[in-house]
T-cell receptor, first 114, second 113 residues
Framework: DGGITQSPKYLFRKEGQNVTLSCEQN?????MYWYRQDPGQGLRLIYY???????QKGDIAEGYSVSREKKESFPLTVTSAQKNPTAFYLC?????????????FGSGTRLTVV | GESVGLHLPTLSVQEGDNSIINCAYS??????FIWYKQESGKGPQFIID?????DKRQGQRVTVLLNKTVKHLSLQIAATQPGDSAVYFC????????????FGKGTTLSVSS
């Protein structure tokens, strides 16, 4: 079955550590996205990638980094510069950036700072 | 900046009632709108979409209405069931190259038996 997989489902980070969230898709989608969701809030865009080896900052990119070395993979690193990283992180993909039929979302990673 | 918002953060209905969830958008140039359903601890799931050249689209038990004059979008759920309890988000794609989907804050729908 085609889909988008995020791992791990739960992640705990100590203060000052970098952590990397995985996102893999086998839908042959060109575009991929990372969103952050806080309780009672909508989804805020962190980074997105239209194509391999290209990515753009979203609305809240500070303290995060990404790479897009393969079409299937778009990992997100939460760096120690992100002062409030506790949140639910959602990865998504779409056929292309615009004119798409919507996004397919992963099941999310809940990151908690301990 | 552009934003998509919902009128009410919560909506409570009885099982069997019809539900209407509203959304106001600010970018008149947006030409594609989507409704998503998100259950607790899961990623959003696509429900229905509509393009700006339409004012109504129907799916199974759901209808989306688009009023471009007042920049208003609504999701109607017929015969609401307990399984419909979730957070509902509207989202728009501005008609602007290189722009990702913009989400509203969401409405939590609670269905009681």
């Amino acid at each position: 079955d085609g889909g988008i997989t995020q791992s791990p489902k739960y992640l705990f980070r100590k203060e000052g550590q970098n952590v990397t969230l995985s996102c893999e898709q086998n839908l042959n989608h060109d575009a991929m996205y990372w969103y952050r969701q806080d309780p009672g809030q909508g989804l805020r865009l962190i980074y997105y990638s239209q194509i391999v080896n290209d990515f753009q900052k979203g609305d809240i990119a500070e303290g995060y980094s990404v790479s897009r070395e393969k079409k299937e993979s778009f990992p997100l690193t939460v760096t120690s510069a992100q002062k409030n990283p506790t949140a639910f992180y959602l990865c998504a993909s779409s056929i292309d950036l615009n004119r798409s039929n919507g996004y397919t979302f992963g099941s999310g990673t809940r990151l908690t700072v301990v | 900046g552009e934003s998509v918002g919902l009128h009410l953060p919560t909506l409570s209905v009885q099982e069997g009632d019809n539900s209407i969830i509203n959304c106001a958008y600010s970018n008149s140039a947006s030409d594609y709108f989507i409704w998503y359903k998100q259950e607790s601890g899961k990623g959003p799931q696509f429900i229905i979409d509509i393009r700006s050249n339409m004012d109504k689209r129907q799916g199974q038990r759901v209808t989306v209405l688009l009023n471009k004059t007042v920049k208003h979008l609504s999701l109607q759920i017929a015969a609401t069931q307990p399984g419909d309890s979730a957070v509902y988000f509207c989202a728009e794609i501005p008609n602007q190259a290189g722009t990702a989907l913009i989400f509203g804050k969401g409405t939590t729908l609670s269905v009681s038996s």
